[in-house]
């Protein structure tokens, strides 16, 4: 059954370091996005992509964030200059024809 | 804004015992989702409810939608401690993403 792959699965990182979490979405899907966890919290929206480019963003993705699908399989989420409160986990979605959306595993990040 | 609530926040039950979980929201976009999550993992989809008065089961889960309340229930039915999760509801607005509520921590006790 296809599904959404995310690495590493998880990421340590000094603050101030830039880190990039990748992801491979469902193969003919078309929408992907980010979701992030801050641990014992709900799920919040980060941002949508479609068509390579952004469809939407939430207030949390500010200009630390970018996202980039560099090639016709992998979509990446960049933190240019992580922060402690940037700790938390990442996942990836991607979106079918009827609208459900497919999450990865996961990107536990930990900024120290 | 997007609200989506969800009630209570913690549950816990036992065994063979039925309850009800709550979901809340705030927007006109009538597409409801549930999500089960296991602790340290990813989100699986559960249900989607499309429509007004739509009701989907699935083993001991089952989902209905009030649209005119804005309301969805999760049901559990006869629980056994394989359910034990974490539950969201979410809704998708205009531009599809997902806005989750609160999330239901169920812990099924022997």
């Known amino acids: 059954e296809p599904e959404v792959t995310q690495t590493p699965s998880h990421q340590v990182t000094q603050m101030g370091q830039e880190v990039i979490l990748r992801c491979v979405p469902i193969?003919?899907?078309?929408?992907f996005y980010w979701y992030r966890q801050i641990l014992g919290q709900k799920v919040e929206f980060l941002v949508s992509?479609?068509?390579?480019?952004?469809?939407?963003k939430s207030e949390i993705f500010d200009d630390q964030f970018s996202v980039e699908r560099p090639d016709g399989s992998n979509f990446t989420l960049k933190i240019r200059s992580t922060k402690l409160e940037d700790s938390a986990m990442y996942f990836c979605?991607?979106?079918?024809?009827?609208?459900?959306?497919?999450f990865g595993a996961g990107t536990r990040l930990s900024v120290l | 804004e997007l609200k989506v609530e969800q009630n209570p926040l913690f549950l816990s039950m036992q065994e063979g015992k039925n309850y009800t979980i709550y979901c809340n929201y705030s927007t006109t976009s009538d597409r409801l989702y549930w999500y089960r999550q296991d602790p340290g993992k990813s989100l699986e989809s559960l249900f989607v409810l499309l429509s007004n008065g739509a009701v989907k089961q699935e083993g001991r889960l089952m989902a209905s939608l009030d649209t005119k309340a804005r309301l969805s229930t999760l049901h559990i039915t006869a629980a056994v401690h394989d359910l034990s999760a974490t539950y969201f509801c979410?809704?998708?607005?205009?531009?599809?993403?997902?806005?989750f509520g609160t999330g239901t921590l169920l812990a099924v006790q022997p």
């Open positions: 979410a809704q998708d607005g205009a531009t599809n993403k997902l806005i």
């Open positions: 193969s003919n899907h078309l929408y």
């Open positions: 979605a991607s979106r079918d024809r009827v609208n459900i959306q497919y």
């Open positions: 992509f479609y068509n390579n480019e952004i469809s939407e």
